[in-house]
């Protein structure tokens, strides 16, 4: 929505293939607002971080949904529920910030405590695996092989929103070519 505008609401799978059921009408923001706050508000009862199995790494947990829920209210400049949300997470305990901010892309590190929600799959490598990142990376950022996730919002300005001598720059994007 926030580079879109109004969008559809799809709460069940299309039971045909009629036009009706796969065109569905845009509803206004606030009308997504409210769904996306009542489905990450229902899913703050999913069990906490760390108490799913090995099997099951990667499943949304009651931290992901809470922190999600402060970035909707941040997104809607809700201050108040913003900072609210945030401190409920925080004082959960059930993240940390890793103290090399390259770690946050290491391998050994994967699925660590500063990792909120994170998808798992293999990557892409001779058309075998997910391609998710490099057909969902902005390509007009140097150093990030992508080429659609960005093509409607040329304003993001990521590359240059990193001052030169900000140490997170080298880790997070890789000099242009």
Not at 4 to 19: A, K, M
Not at 101 to 112: E, I, S, W
């Amino acid at each position: 929505m926030r580079w879109f505008g109004d969008v559809p609401i799809v709460l069940h799978e299309p039971r045909d293939l009629s036009p009706e059921a796969l065109y569905v009408a845009k509803s206004p923001q606030a009308d997504v607002y409210k769904q996306i706050i009542a489905d990450l508000s229902s899913a703050e009862n999913l069990p906490a971080p760390g108490q799913y199995g090995k099997n099951d790494i990667g499943r949304a947990t009651a931290g992901a949904a809470k922190s999600l829920l402060a970035k909707v209210y941040l997104t809607q400049q809700d201050w108040a529920k913003a900072a609210a949300k945030s401190k409920e997470v925080i004082d959960a305990g059930w993240y940390d910030l890793f103290d090399e901010f390259a770690d946050v892309f290491n391998l050994a590190t994967k699925n660590g405590k500063e990792h909120i929600f994170s998808a798992q799959f293999i990557g892409n490598a001779g058309y075998q695996g997910n391609s998710l990142a490099s057909r969902s990376a902005p390509n007009e950022v140097p150093g990030i092989n992508g080429d659609y996730a960005d093509a409607l919002h040329k304003q993001g300005k990521l590359y240059e929103s990193f001052s030169d001598n900000d140490t997170r720059k080298a880790v997070t994007l890789l000099p242009a070519w």
